[in-house]
């Protein structure tokens, strides 16, 4: 029975890393976009943007209302009104009393048209409207940006994670080599106790670099699962990126950047509060007109309709200066939105000269760590023989094993930084999507 449940655990240990998931960066990509809760709510505010333009655009057409009333009333003048609203003339009734007449109901019936004609706070505020919409949508593009470049950190991650794996393997078959070697000559006379127990507790310190590095993986596929929007798995890798899968670096035009455009949108959105509020001193001009329906004795009836059409104009000549002191602060939120547009421009200018410094440093750091993983394991392997043939001490044998480890693991972090530092060019330039999913058109 112990045995059947050891094998289904064994089977269940060597079977499950199968059942992760697999993608390519580009589908990595195209599922981060498409997925990440990031990326949805950027799209519903573009959305919400797109749909107050409708919404302030409503203002210039026509809107009609119907209503229903009811009035009963013995007030001398509502009263005579009321009859002669339902068109019964009470004033040829001599039993009528204009100073005490008896309770009249009415029941009015209104459909009721109005018409702006001119109105220059809906006229800027539509226009305002459009370029918050346009302003959206261009924060929606550089979330996608975001959300695909942390998409391609995390499958960075995950290469990383797997040439950690292999190395730290290696680490470890070595070390316990290592420790064979030693236990041999120790058994055989020609080696110290100390110097097995070293090779011990270097062996052992190998398989926990090699426990570390399987946990960082198993992280790191989680992670990427987070990152396209699958929480709660694993997402590994088809295969690992290389330099030559990056398409070439060209100059670039910051001004492409989706962000800068939505801070410049903004800047625009400002001056036309500015325009707006100095816009305030002009008229407004109208167009109304209704028709009413009055019953004595029921709702919606119709013993007599009339209607009425009319034009009014509205010039408020002094409102206590809260028009001027709204120009004023209107003006001060456009240089506040200018500066934070020139800011930012500044800023992506470095960021993006230091991406480029970045990745001229990646490149020698790589070929550096290269270098430095030959020598090492050469160095190794002659410290080995010699230590074999009994012409060389365990500790340098060690010291050698620790140097090519050391190796490995910059050479490691090493490429991964390449990889990323020639990505970050391309997000910093604004175009990484445009670069790793050229011509595709993405969820909106």
Not at 53 to 80: F, M, Q
Not at 132 to 139: I, T
Not at 213 to 240: F, K, M, S, W, Y
């Amino acid at each position: 029975m112990h045995r059947l449940f050891i094998c289904c655990l064994l089977s269940t240990l060597l079977v499950g890393p199968a059942f992760a998931t697999e993608v390519t960066l580009q589908d990595a990509l195209r599922a981060a976009v498409a997925a990440h809760p990031a990326m949805q709510a950027a799209r519903a505010r573009a959305s919400a943007a797109a749909a107050a333009i409708g919404e302030a655009r409503s203002g210039w057409l026509p809107h009609l209302t119907a209503s229903e009333r009811y009035l009963r009333t013995d007030e001398p003048a509502n009263s005579l009104f009321v009859a002669l609203n339902q068109e019964r003339n009470v004033m040829a009734d001599p039993a009528y009393d204009l100073v005490d007449p008896e309770a009249q109901d009415d029941f009015e019936t209104r459909l009721q048209l109005t018409q702006t004609l001119y109105d220059p706070a809906v006229d800027f505020g539509l226009r305002r409207a459009r370029t918050v919409g346009k302003s959206a949508a261009a924060e929606a593009v550089w979330s996608a940006e975001n959300t695909a470049f942390a998409a391609f950190r995390a499958y960075l991650d995950v290469q990383h994670g797997q040439a950690a794996l292999a190395w730290v393997e290696s680490s470890r078959k070595e070390a316990s080599e290592i420790a064979r070697l030693a236990q041999e000559r120790r058994k055989a006379g020609t080696g110290l106790k100390a110097d097995e127990l070293r090779a011990g507790v270097q062996l052992a310190e190998a398989q926990r670099r090699e426990l570390s590095a399987r946990n960082d993986l198993t992280v790191a596929r989680r992670r990427l699962a987070l990152a396209i929007g699958q929480p709660g798995g694993e997402v590994a890798i088809t295969t690992p990126l290389d330099e030559q899968d990056f398409p070439s670096v060209t100059e670039s035009n910051l001004d492409q950047r989706a962000d800068l455009q939505a801070l410049s949108l903004q800047v625009e959105s400002a001056g036309l509060t500015v325009s707006g509020s100095k816009a305030a001193w002009l008229p407004r001009l109208g167009l109304t007109a209704h028709y009413a329906w009055h019953d004595e004795n029921h709702p919606l009836g119709g013993d007599a309709g009339a209607w009425a059409v009319g034009a009014g104009l509205d010039w408020e000549l002094f409102d206590g200066l809260r028009r001027s002191a709204a120009t004023a602060r209107a003006t001060a939120d456009q240089r506040a939105a200018a500066a934070r547009l020139d800011d930012a421009r500044r800023e992506q200018e470095f960021q993006l000269a230091e991406a480029r410094l970045r990745a001229d440093e990646a490149i020698l750091q790589r070929d550096s760590a290269r270098q430095a993983v030959l020598e090492a394991t050469e160095s190794r392997r002659l410290l080995q023989q010699r230590f074999e043939a009994g012409l060389a001490d365990l500790a340098d044998l060690l010291a050698a094993q620790s140097a090519l480890d050391r190796a490995r693991f910059d050479a490691v972090g090493a490429e991964t930084r390449r990889l990323l530092a020639l990505g970050n060019i391309h997000f910093q330039a604004g175009r990484f999507l445009q670069a790793f999913l050229p011509g595709e058109e993405l969820p909106r």
